[in-house]
């Protein structure tokens, strides 16, 4: 599953809350590390679904964190130029092999 819905968000500094599948695990990344953009949990239940929302409660707690990843969210590079180049690189890639 994926779509432009946690893109959106992104661009609008809307910080997403997704489970790690598809395209959403490809778009965004855990911010527990302080590089992510969004917060991510990996089975598909209730609890693990729980615990990142609290995570991201605890982390809208914190202000000046919060605001860092709301602009780190915004400067997300989400664009067809982006993913051109990363094709690009691949067939290179595959290319030399």
Request: proline letters at 2%.
């Amino acid at each position: 599953p994926c779509g432009l819905s946690q893109m959106i968000a992104l661009r609008y500094g809307t910080i997403p809350i997704v489970r790690e599948t598809g395209g959403l695990k490809d778009s965004i990344q855990d911010s527990g590390d302080g590089e992510g953009n969004g917060f991510t949990f990996h089975d598909y239940s209730s609890v693990d679904m729980d615990n990142a929302v609290r995570r991201a409660l605890q982390g809208y707690q914190d202000q000046e964190g919060w605001k860092i990843l709301v602009q780190r969210a915004m400067r997300c590079n989400m664009s067809w130029g982006k993913s051109a180049n990363e094709y690009i690189r691949l067939y290179r890639d595959l290319l030399k092999e």
